[in-house]
């Protein structure tokens, strides 16, 4: 079993910077495709970014359109912990994020695939 925790976010200016960290119990970490998914309120959860576990030491990583070139999500299995570092962060970023932990490789932007979550931590991005 892995247990997830969330920390990292906070109330920022639009523009501003955050880095989400996703820290993980168990040794099996680094077995574990991890994904960031965020939640807004009244909206359904979406995906964020996922990256791989690693293959022949590399990793394959995915980017919802509306993150690309300002997200970036990484891992440091040494660290049992996944990272999300958030850039030129816009008010409409605003949500809870959660990261999750899952098997399945062919299915990383679909939340029903991931066995494990965080509890979240909120973002919240000002105009």
């Known amino acids: 079993q892995v247990q997830l925790v969330e920390s990292g976010g906070g109330l920022v200016q639009a523009g501003s910077s955050l880095r989400l960290s996703c820290a993980a119990s168990?040794?099996?970490?680094?077995?574990?495709?991890v994904g960031w998914f965020r939640q807004a309120p009244g909206k359904e959860r979406q995906f964020v970014a996922a990256?791989?576990?690693?293959?022949?030491?590399?990793?394959?990583?995915d980017y919802r359109d509306f993150v690309k070139g300002r997200f970036t999500i990484s891992r440091d299995d040494a660290k049992n912990t996944a990272y999300l570092q958030m850039n030129t962060l816009e008010p409409e970023d605003t949500a809870v994020y959660y990261c999750?932990?899952?098997?399945?490789?062919?299915?990383?932007?679909?939340?029903?695939?991931?066995?494990?979550w965080g509890q979240g931590t909120q973002v919240t991005v000002s105009s």
């Open positions: 168990g040794r099996t970490f680094s077995r574990y495709n």
């Open positions: 999750a932990a899952s098997t399945d490789g062919f299915g990383l932007r679909n939340f029903a695939k991931y066995i494990y």
């Open positions: 990256i791989t576990a690693a293959s022949y030491g590399t990793y394959r990583v």
